[in-house]
């Protein structure tokens, strides 16, 4: 079974930082694009970070460029998102997401999602 298990979220200070990590099995790890999605309360699921397969080229939408950074390890198949200078609007659900193609900021390419972990920012 294709599996990604999100963790790393918890109740942070603003300009504080946490490291999530999603953690993949039952498929071809290094084959794979994983993506970093956010859910605020009433909002549209959004793309936060990707990494791709290929060489590990990495995207950052613009609200994150320069704070988060994301990071594969493929012998441990895990892929981390170091958030930095965290803000009361980065409060989501966070949530892991796999494809077997090229880098995508469409959700709904994703073939695999995580149960997401919330991550809150405190001002």
């Known amino acids: 079974d294709v599996q990604l298990q999100a963790s790393g979220g918890g109740l942070v200070q603003s300009g504080g930082s946490l490291r999530l990590s999603c953690e993949a099995s039952?498929?071809?790890?290094?084959?794979?694009?994983i993506g970093w999605f956010r859910q605020a309360p009433g909002k549209e699921r959004e793309w936060v970070s990707i990494i791709s397969r290929v060489r590990s080229g990495t995207y950052h939408a613009d609200s994150v460029k320069g704070r988060f950074t994301i990071s594969r390890d493929n012998a441990k198949k895990t892929v981390y998102l170091q958030m930095n200078s965290l803000k009361p609007e980065d409060t989501a659900v966070y949530y892991c997401a796999r494809r077997l193609g090229g880098p995508s900021f469409r959700r709904e390419l994703y073939d695999n999602w995580g149960q997401g972990t919330q991550v809150t920012v405190s001002s």
């Open positions: 039952g498929f071809a790890f290094i084959e794979s694009t």
